[in-house]
Nanobody
């Protein structure tokens, strides 16, 4: 059974940093596209960053240069280091796993079939 559990959310002032973690189980992390998405009430879930089987990363323009994704294949964990946070980064953040080993690794929620429960990130000005 595939499970994804996020941790590390919280509240921070603008310019601060947070690190999110996602513990995956029931699958081999290095065999799938995995990534982070975020959602605010009333808006669609948007892709933040994804990492492919070969380690290739794709970031949303809004977070380039500020967020960094990493994956520990041995532990099956996914992390998101968020620096220089802005109020507009406030959202519930979800980690996700691709539909299959061969699905396209892109910032598209439809390419992902398994989701964590989400963790709240709040950035105050």
């Amino acid at each position: 059974q595939v499970q994804l559990v996020e941790s590390g959310g919280g509240s921070v002032q603008a310019g601060g940093s947070l690190r999110l973690s996602c513990a995956g189980s029931g699958f081999v992390a290095s065999s799938f596209c995995t990534g982070w998405f975020r959602q605010v009430p009333g808006k669609e879930r948007e892709g933040v960053v994804v990492i492919g089987r070969d380690g290739t990363t794709t970031y949303a323009d809004s977070v380039k240069g500020r967020f960094t994704i990493s994956r520990d294949n041995a532990k099956g964990t996914l992390s998101l280091q968020m620096d220089s946070l802005k109020p507009e980064d406030t959202a519930v953040y979800y980690c996700a796993r691709g539909v299959s080993r061969w699905s396209t690794c892109a910032l598209l929620s439809g390419s992902f079939s398994h989701w964590g429960q989400g963790t709240q990130v709040t950035v105050s000005s």
